[in-house]
């Protein structure tokens, strides 16, 4: 159902006043969970390039653990970036009928024959 126009302005107001709040934007900001998944790529990246950089020392020094350490943290950070991403993706709460809930891995994760299945059940009457 459409706003009325009195509405239309008055939530109009409304939006302008919480956007000009600092603390609110800065609540909002702090409780989104893509903002932390950013963040924590960023630092990931960084992990990358030091763990790239302690390869690149291990070799030119001949130091053979401190190269293979390199290379553990630059898999261990890439594994981490990646789970980052992923949960940056996908938000981690899913609201429906005004409540909250999580959702299970189980639903994105169903095979390639439980996905066939179900979009040949989902086709249109009368198409083969």
């Known amino acids: 159902m459409p706003l009325s126009e009195h509405e239309q302005r008055l939530f109009d107001q409304i939006e302008r006043s919480l956007a000009e709040d600092p603390k609110f934007a800065s609540a ?3 409780s989104d969970p893509r903002f932390h998944a950013r963040r924590r790529l960023v630092v990931a990246a960084f992990v990358i390039v030091l763990g790239l950089a302690l390869v690149v020392y291990g070799t030119v020094s001949r130091n053979t653990p401190l190269g293979v350490a ?34 299970t891995r189980q639903t994105r994760k169903a095979g390639l024959i439980d996905r066939l299945e179900d979009r040949w059940r989902q086709r249109p009457e009368g198409h083969r």
């Open 70 to 103: 390199g290379f553990v943290v630059m898999l261990a950070a890439a594994a981490f970036a990646m789970q980052s991403r992923r949960k940056g993706q996908a938000p981690d709460l899913h609201a429906v009928g005004g409540t909250a809930t999580r959702r």
């Open 28 to 30: 909002v900001r702090n």
